[in-house]
């Protein structure tokens, strides 16, 4: 099975800083790398799928890069709204894999 | 609007099954996989498996294989995903969640239900 490893666990950040979340594999998954956001007691939200590719509705200070092993979710100058959890999976092979999670906290 | 809602919160005893119900609404049933995933802990997400509604043909991650059997009825646009021989292990929050074009990400995620395996 791939294993994703989702760095760092927890994140302090200040509501106006811009943040980089990291999610690695263990093997090489090309772009096949999704992004979703769980806010409390609430169901994931898919913000970016296949690395990089923009969601509809989803705001665009959202962003993803990376290919191979590793994967980078970006948000531009943090809201209020996107202190959650942030989940990377892949879908290059079954089993889909998810990463353990960033939890996205105030400062 | 694209929804897909799920039965009520259960409690069920050890050694029991239990089945879990998506009702799809808002697109057409049989053009997208339903994905089954667990989440254990409010943390840990894992993939149970999906069914294409068009063929019924399903695919289960192995560690699920004997646990989670996944149906759908397209007279209703309906999934189920039936859990058995429940153990404690097995008290966590269910989801579905619509596959996307590739069926293999999910693009839409039901309101979760929670199962709860007590005596």
């Known amino acids: 099975d791939i294993v994703l490893t989702q760095s760092p666990a927890t994140l302090s950040v200040t509501p106006g800083e811009s943040v980089s979340l990291s999610c690695r594999a263990s093997?090489?998954?090309?772009?096949?790398i999704h992004w979703y956001q769980q806010k409390s007691d609430k169901s994931p939200r898919l913000l970016i799928k296949?690395?990089?590719q923009s969601i509809s509705g989803i705001p665009s200070r959202f962003s993803g890069s990376g290919s191979g092993t590793d994967f980078t979710l970006s948000i531009n100058r943090v809201e209020s709204e996107d202190f959650s959890v942030y989940y990377c999976?892949?879908?290059?092979?079954?089993?889909?894999?998810f990463g353990s999670g960033t939890k996205l906290e105030i400062k | 609007q694209i929804n897909l809602l799920q039965s009520g919160a259960a409690l069920v005893k050890p050694g029991a099954s239990v089945k879990l119900s998506c009702k799809a609404s808002?697109?057409?049933?049989?053009?997208?996989?339903i994905h089954w995933v667990k989440q254990s802990h409010g943390k840990t997400l894992e993939w149970i498996g999906y069914?294409?509604?068009?063929?019924?043909?399903?695919n289960y991650n192995e560690k699920f294989k004997s646990k989670a059997t996944l149906t759908v009825d397209k007279s209703t646009n309906t999934a189920y995903m039936e859990l058995s021989r429940l153990t404690s292990e097995d008290s966590a929050t269910y989801y579905c969640?619509?596959?996307?074009?590739?069926?293999?990400?999910?693009?839409?995620w039901g309101q979760g239900v929670m199962v709860t395996v007590s005596s």
């Open positions: 808002g697109y057409t049933f049989t053009d997208y996989y």
């Open positions: 296949y690395a990089s």
């Open positions: 999976q892949q879908n290059y092979s079954l089993p889909l894999t």
């Open positions: 069914i294409n509604p068009n063929s019924d043909y399903t």
């Open positions: 969640t619509r596959g996307g074009n590739s069926g293999y990400y999910f693009d839409y």
């Open positions: 093997q090489g998954i090309s772009t096949s």
